[in-house]
């Protein structure tokens, strides 16, 4: 079984247990939402590191080395099998990136 089939399957059992869901803004899986990345105040919020799954964002977390935010895209562009922008959580990206430097455009126009 190709890995990201095994990821999708890991995904849709730990979902059916009602023990985790989707981020609605980072599309982390978490037991809450948004999750704890999004909704912590503390993290820099004018970063975001671009990962294909939720076990990316375990990963990097293990390093301990990164304070920013994730978007969790669920799956990589693959031409060859079909798999296009619409595909994964592109369109979620460009929308966060455009509320991110909308934020930071006016706190900039607002400074005194
Ligand atoms: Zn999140």
Redesign the pocket.
Known sequence: MPKEEVDRLVETIVEAKGATRH?S????L?AQD??E??SNPNRDQTTIMVVETSRDVIAIERSGDYKG??HVLEGALSPMEGIGADDIRVKELIARLGMVWYKRLFSLLTQT
Not at 25 to 28: G, P
């Open positions: 981020c803004i980072c599309f982390n978490s948004p999750c990345f999004c935010l994730y």
